[in-house]
């Protein structure tokens, strides 16, 4: 598969300072990428940066085989966004927002009709088809744009905190959507704070802080380096101090009644937990290993930074 984005050296500045700066990674096809860090570490302006919406200063960035700054308006064709605050008529229904879009974008009456009708029934908006955007809430007025934007089949989808406001049903739907676009050859980039919902359709990371990169890396291999975290429930809560001592074991913290071992991999073994207490006259009531989360391990990554 090819790649569809390739960002090098990637800068912009506002006044002087420097909102992102040295950005680079590549996306292929059918992949999707997300784009996490601290508020104020540049997601937003790099997705604006993306979608031609901001022109950036330093570096390059080619979508689809073209370099934006002169082939915007072929790229933006090819192209879908959700921001972070919803775009829509607030004096037109959610049918006729979604109608009109549908038109703008070159979409076929009937096949429109069609698109709509599903996306208002997956993300559970078809009673409300015919109130103004304006008179409902935040989370409704999210799912009405995350609708607008997934119209279309686009090569490439952009998506700025898409998870704003919606409820539990409003995510489960949007991972329904994206699934598809993606089994249908499109690609993803999501950037937002909350990991956790996109784990299973992800396969890039790229983690951003004060407008730099600390990492791009595949999900495979951030889960893989991950470090495990290992329970013991000793006899005496204060052996957690003999196991500050032991090599391999990165981090111990005590939580209520129980010590928490961050530890390699080559020590995170029941048997390999069981020979050090026995070795350090460790007396426990039980041991449990427990696998972080993909979010955990990219907070690990950030704290480490």
Same mark, same amino acid.
């Given at each position: 598969?090819?790649?569809?984005?390739?960002?090098?050296?990637?800068?912009?500045?506002?006044?002087?300072?420097?909102?992102?700066?040295?950005?680079?990674?590549?996306?292929?096809?059918?992949?999707?990428?997300?784009?996490?860090?601290?508020?104020?570490s540049g997601k937003s302006v790099l997705i604006n940066i993306l979608s031609g919406v901001m022109k950036h200063d330093e570096g390059n960035l080619n979508i689809?085989?073209?370099?934006?700054?002169?082939?915007?308006?072929?790229?933006? *064709?090819? =192209?879908?966004?959700?921001?972070? /605050?919803?775009?829509?008529?607030?004096?037109?229904? +959610?049918? @006729?927002?979604?109608? %009109?879009?549908?038109?703008?974008?070159?979409?076929?009456?009937?096949?429109?009709?069609?698109?709509?009708?599903?996306?208002?029934?997956?993300?559970?908006?078809?009673?409300?088809?015919?109130?103004?955007?304006?008179?409902?809430?935040?989370?409704?007025?999210?799912?009405?744009?995350?609708?607008?934007?997934?119209?279309?089949?686009?090569?490439?989808?952009?998506?700025?905190?898409?998870?704003?406001?919606?409820?539990?049903?409003?995510?489960?739907?949007?991972?329904?959507?994206?699934?598809?676009?993606?089994?249908?050859?499109?690609?993803?980039?999501?950037?937002?704070?909350?990991?956790?919902?996109?784990?299973?359709?992800?396969?890039?990371?790229?983690?951003?802080?004060?407008?730099?990169?600390?990492?791009?890396?595949?999900? *495979?291999? =951030?889960?893989?380096?991950?470090? /495990?975290?290992?329970?013991?429930?000793?006899?005496? +809560?204060? @052996?957690?101090?003999? %196991?500050?001592?032991?090599?391999?074991?990165?981090?111990?913290?005590?939580?209520?009644?129980?010590?928490?071992?961050?530890?390699?991999?080559?020590?995170?073994?029941?048997?390999?937990?069981?020979?050090?207490?026995?070795?350090?006259?460790?007396?426990?009531?039980?041991?449990?290993?427990?696998?972080?989360?993909?979010?955990?391990?990219?907070?690990?990554?950030?704290?480490?930074?």
């Amino acid at each position: 598969m090819g790649e569809i984005v390739q960002v090098s050296y990637l800068g912009k500045k506002h006044y002087g300072k420097s909102l992102i700066e040295n950005i680079d990674f590549r996306l292929k096809q059918k992949q999707a990428l997300y784009i996490c860090g601290p508020p104020g570490s540049g997601k937003s302006v790099l997705i604006n940066i993306l979608s031609g919406v901001m022109k950036h200063d330093e570096g390059n960035l080619n979508i689809l085989d073209n370099e934006i700054k002169e082939n915007r308006e072929k790229i933006a *064709k090819h =192209i879908s966004c959700s921001w972070e /605050k919803p775009e829509l008529y607030g004096n037109m229904s +959610i049918r @006729d927002n979604l109608q %009109f879009f549908s038109t703008l974008y070159g979409i076929p009456i009937r096949e429109g009709r069609q698109r709509i009708n599903d996306l208002l029934k997956n993300f559970e908006l078809f009673k409300l088809k015919d109130k103004w955007p304006s008179t409902c809430s935040q989370g409704v007025r999210k799912k009405v744009d995350l609708c607008r934007a997934l119209l279309v089949e686009p090569k490439l989808l952009l998506l700025d905190e898409p998870t704003a406001g919606l409820d539990k049903e409003g995510i489960k739907s949007l991972i329904e959507e994206l699934t598809g676009l993606k089994h249908k050859g499109s690609s993803i980039i999501i950037s937002g704070q909350d990991i956790a919902p996109f784990e299973e359709i992800i396969d890039e990371i790229l983690l951003l802080k004060n407008g730099k990169k600390v990492m791009f890396q595949s999900k *495979k291999t =951030i889960l893989e380096r991950r470090m /495990k975290v290992v329970i013991v429930k000793p006899k005496n +809560i204060d @052996d957690a101090q003999k %196991f500050k001592e032991v090599r391999g074991i990165r981090d111990v913290k005590i939580v209520s009644d129980v010590i928490h071992l961050r530890v390699d991999e080559n020590a995170c073994s029941v048997e390999r937990i069981v020979e050090i207490c026995d070795e350090n006259n460790i007396k426990v009531d039980g041991i449990m290993i427990k696998n972080p989360s993909l979010e955990n391990a990219v907070e690990e990554v950030l704290l480490n930074d």
